[in-house]
C-alpha cells in the first residue's frame, strides 16, 4: 500500500490501471476529462498496455467498450452528464448483452440550463437499464468501489455493467490522502476477465440476439432477478477486500451511528461526510440522530433497508436529484419499503444540491429539523428567496 | 430450450424463432399441378420458407410463412393460389 496525497482524478487513473483494463475508450466532459487524461497519458508512457480509442463522442466511446467486452476483454469508461445521456441507449444495451463493463461517472446536473457542476441527476435518469449502480462517498472508496466493481460484473453469477459514481468536482478534483494498493495484491484479488461468450471470427456467434415476444420477457426476467441476487455478491466481494486490503468496505450501504437512532438521515455520496458532521454535532447534543449512507442504489438492498431504518420514527432523506413530477427517486423508493409493513417511520424527502448548490451543515441541520416537524415532500432546500421565479405560483 | 446470458446465438439458430403467428389472414396453397421447377416462389419469397427439388414438389413452410403473397404473384404457371387462414378449419 502506499499512501499518497493525490487529485481524485488521479487517484480513480492510477486505481484504474491496476485493474489492467486492455480498452479504455472515452470521450471528455467536464468533470470527468482529467480521469481519462491521465489515463491516456499512463497508456501512452507504457505503464498500462491497453488500447486507448479515442472516438467522437460518448455514444460511440460507450459502443467501443461495448464491442471490446464482447470480445473478450476488460474494459474501462468514464463519462458524465450529457455525455452519459447520450450514451444511454448504449447503457442499456451493455446490460442487455450481460457485459461486465466498468464506468465511472463523475455525477454533474443535467442540461439545460447548462451547468457543469455536481448533483445526481444524470445516473439517476439511468437508473433502469440493469446496470449495477455504487456511489462513492470519498476518492477513497472511489478507488475501492472500481476494484471491487470488476470483481462483482465480472463474477459468472453476475455479469452485469457497474457504474462507480463520483460526485462531480467534489471527488474528482479534490485532493485527499489515498491509499493505492500493490499490483500484486490486486492481481491476487482480481484474477484476468474470463469471458462466458465472447466474439470471435472462428467460432461466430451473436450477441444480443433478436428476442420476440416469446422471449423478451424472460431476458429482462433474467436481468431483475440476476440484479436481486447481485445483493450478497456485494456483500461477499466487500468482505473479501476488507480482508484482502485491510480496509473496511462496507457493501451496499454504510451507518453510521445508527443503532438507537429515532431520526435517520439517508443520502448517497459526498455529502455523507457533511452529514457525519451534523450527526456528530446533534448527537453531543442528546438527539438520537444517525446517518444511512447508500453505496448500491441499484440493486437496492430493500430488505436490508427495512431492517436498518424500521425502527426509526423520522427518515430524512437527502438527495440529489429529483423525478421531475413527482418526488425525489430515493424517497420514492424508500416509501415503498415501508408499505403494508409493521414499520411505519415518517419519509421525508429533500432536493439537496442541484448544479453545485453547496450542501451546508446549517441545510442539513435545517431538513433535518423540518422533517421532524411534519411531512415532507420533495422540497427544495434552501432555495432563494430574492428571486422571481416567473411562472411559479408564490 | 435454453435462453442464455444476453442472448447469444450461434449461426444457424434463428430457426428456433417460429415467427408464422405472425400470419396475415391468408396463406398460400401449392396446388402441385403446373409446377415447372423455376424456383422464383422460393427465391422471391422473403423468409427464405418455401422448398422444393423438382416440379410439383414445391412448398411453404407455415412454422415462418407471413401470408405475404408474393410466391402466389410471381409464379408463372398460376400454381399457387392464397386462401383464408381459416379455410382448414371450415
Not at chain 1, 115 to 124: E, F, L, P, R
Not at chain 2, 40 to 59: D, R, S, V
Request: hydrophobic share 40%; with cysteine.
Amino acid at each position: 500500500m502506499t499512501r499518497q496525497m493525490l487529485q481524485g482524478c488521479r487517484a480513480i487513473s492510477e486505481m484504474v490501471t491496476l485493474c489492467r483494463p486492455q480498452v479504455v475508450s472515452a470521450y471528455p466532459i467536464t468533470p470527468q476529462t482529467v480521469i481519462v487524461e491521465e489515463l491516456a497519458q499512463i497508456v501512452a508512457d507504457g505503464r498500462l498496455k491497453a488500447e486507448f480509442v479515442n472516438v467522437e463522442g460518448e455514444h460511440s466511446a460507450a459502443s467501443t467498450v461495448l464491442g471490446a467486452s464482447a470480445a473478450g476483454v476488460r474494459v474501462f469508461t468514464a463519462t458524465s452528464s450529457q455525455g452519459l445521456l447520450l450514451m444511454a441507449e448504449v447503457v442499456f444495451n451493455i446490460a442487455g448483452m450481460r457485459l461486465p463493463v466498468v464506468m465511472v461517472n463523475a455525477n454533474r446536473s443535467v442540461s439545460a440550463p447548462l451547468n457543469i457542476w455536481n448533483d445526481q441527476q444524470d445516473s439517476m435518469a439511468v437508473r433502469d437499464s440493469g446496470w449495477v449502480q455504487l456511489y462513492a462517498e470519498n476518492n477513497q472508496e472511489a478507488c475501492d468501489l472500481i476494484l471491487q466493481a470488476y470483481k462483482i460484473a465480472e463474477d459468472h453469477r453476475v455479469m452485469l455493467p457497474v457504474m462507480v459514481c463520483v460526485d462531480g468536482f467534489v471527488l474528482p478534483h479534490a485532493y485527499e490522502m489515498v491509499d493505492l494498493p500493490d499490483q500484486e495484491d490486486v492481481d491476487a484479488f482480481l484474477p484476468p476477465f474470463a469471458p462466458m461468450y465472447r466474439l470471435d471470427p472462428a467460432n461466430p456467434l451473436t450477441l444480443g440476439a433478436y428476442a420476440e415476444p416469446d422471449k423478451y420477457m424472460e431476458t429482462r426476467y433474467m436481468l431483475q432477478e440476476t440484479l436481486r441476487a447481485t445483493l450478497p455478491i456485494i456483500e461477499e466481494v466487500a468482505r473479501d477486500f476488507s480482508k484482502s486490503f485491510g480496509r473496511p468496505a462496507h457493501g451496499a450501504f454504510e451507518a453510521y451511528r445508527l443503532g438507537d437512532a429515532s431520526t435517520v438521515v439517508v443520502a448517497m455520496g459526498s455529502m455523507a461526510g457533511t452529514i457525519k458532521e451534523v450527526v456528530d454535532e446533534l448527537r453531543e447534543k442528546g438527539q438520537k440522530v444517525g446517518l444511512l449512507r447508500l453505496i448500491a442504489f441499484r440493486p437496492l438492498p430493500a430488505a436490508a433497508l427495512y431492517d436498518a431504518l424500521k425502527n426509526a420514527r423520522d427518515i430524512v432523506v437527502l438527495e440529489k436529484a429529483v423525478s421531475l413530477g413527482n418526488s425525489g427517486p430515493l424517497a420514492t423508493e424508500l416509501r415503498a419499503l415501508f408499505q403494508g409493513r409493521p414499520a411505519s417511520p415518517g419519509i421525508d424527502g429533500f432536493v439537496i444540491g442541484l448544479g453545485g448548490r453547496d450542501v451546508t451543515m446549517e441545510d442539513i441541520r435545517g431538513a433535518v429539523s423540518k422533517a421532524q416537524e411534519g411531512a415532507v415532500d420533495a422540497e427544495f432546500v434552501h432555495l432563494r428567496e430574492d428571486l422571481e421565479l416567473e411562472g411559479v405560483n408564490a | 430450450m435454453k435462453l442464455t446470458l444476453g442472448n447469444v446465438s450461434r449461426p444457424g439458430e434463428s430457426p428456433v424463432n417460429e415467427t408464422g403467428s405472425w400470419r396475415t389472414s391468408n396463406k398460400p396453397r401449392f396446388l402441385q399441378q403446373n409446377c415447372i421447377a423455376c424456383d422464383m416462389c422460393a427465391l422471391h419469397c422473403p423468409e427464405g420458407c418455401i422448398y422444393g427439388e423438382e416440379e410439383n414438389t414445391y412448398i411453404n413452410d407455415e412454422r415462418y410463412c407471413k401470408g405475404c403473397g408474393i410466391c402466389a404473384w410471381i409464379c408463372p404457371k398460376d400454381d399457387i393460389e392464397m386462401i383464408p387462414e381459416v379455410a382448414e378449419d371450415d
